[in-house]
């Protein structure tokens, strides 16, 4: 995949497959739990002049933003939090933060050289009770959070409807820490990635946490990592999502709590969970829960050093492990796959070390269409399958392609 520009979405067309766009859409209100952009101004509360250093806000249609006055006085939404944010201290080293007190809406934009965007400077805190809603047109060129080549900010809570190009794209920043980010974006026609944060304003971002996200209906990724190091996540939850519910690409030294992906490429090959374009060394996923996806999990081109627990992975279309060293897959259940339960794969291209150093052990893998795990070559090698519980997979429990792979301590039904 390569590295997106302002101008043109990312893509991995050579995977890409069409979603199922039948399925009828899933909302979850704790995810959504502001209806409407006309809130009164102040019915979420004043905060304490000690919450905050800035703060946005909205009467009788008026947009204003205040910092010991008024620094902003208009129609535009993104123009008043951006003065808001403008108004805090220069130069600071320590943080400040933007209280926003009512939902808006932002759009259409047309190019002008750039997205439109809130931009966050260093040492900034975001608090955004309310919600988003974008309304673009045309190309998709409206991100309501962008920060590139700063350290220490925070967005501690917003939700975000409509058709943002990423609802919030972090570039090249270190020291960030997302809360919970609600995203629900059925109206995304082309980009559509709920949260991005990546290397490309010419350097790695670096200790990265995401508490919680919730993203349904977006266009591509939820959630994608590119060129990150340190990362830690709580839970990702995505419904209906074009790409991956959580992918990481070339991001190394990464904790993950959860990922809950439910229709994630339906039909497709993109995963609920995925590792890919060398992700690793030490990555941990506590949980992994995927169903109906294009693929449960799916770990790719020369990943490596990571570390899957208690998967529960459910009518997905499949789940492969391809040109990959040093997974582990330990505990759960693989079940109803479209094609064998787990599949173990070195493609033939050259471009990354082939297969070796799986193992898949622990599991449940029952009612697979074909083989419940199918190991294939060339050149893989050195693998386990041990102490799973194989049952009614309808080409075979195992079928090995090298003869150093380890199976062993597993049983069987019937």
Known sequence: MSQDSTRYPPREASERSESSTSTPRVTRRRALSVAAAGLAAGAIGTAQ???????????DGTWYAANDGTVYEGSDY?????AAVDSLTAGRTTKEKVLIKNSGSVGPHSWDGDVKAVDLP????IDHSGTIFVEDSGDDLIVPFRARSVESIEIQNVTIEGNPRYGIWIQSCSDVQLGDINMSLWDTEDVG???????????????VSLDYAYVEGSQHHAVETYGVDDVSIGTVETVDT????????????????RVDATRADRGGGYAGFRCANDAGPEIVVNRVDAVDCGRGIFTVSGSEGIEIYNVFLDGNGG????????????????????????????????????????TVRNLDITDNAEYGVYETGPDTGDNAIVDNHLCNNAGGAIETYANSTDVSGNSYCG
Do not use: F, K, M
């Open 242 to 257: 074009g790409g991956c519910g959580l992918l990481l690409n070339d991001t190394a030294y990464a904790t993950v709590d």
């Open 193 to 207: 990635i709920g949260i991005r944060i990546d290397d490309s304003d010419g350097g790695r971002s670096q200790n």
């Open 49 to 59: 002049a000690s919450s905050h250093d800035a703060e946005v806000w909205r009467t």
């Open 78 to 82: 993104i123009d008043a939090i951006q």
């Open 122 to 125: 260093s040492y900034t805190v």
């Open 319 to 358: 789940n492969l492990v391809q040109d990959t060293r040093y997974l582990l897959i330990d505990g759960g259940t693989v079940t109803n796959t479209g094609s064998s339960g787990i599949r173990i794969d070195s493609r033939d291209s050259g471009d990354h070390p082939h297969t070796t150093n799986v």
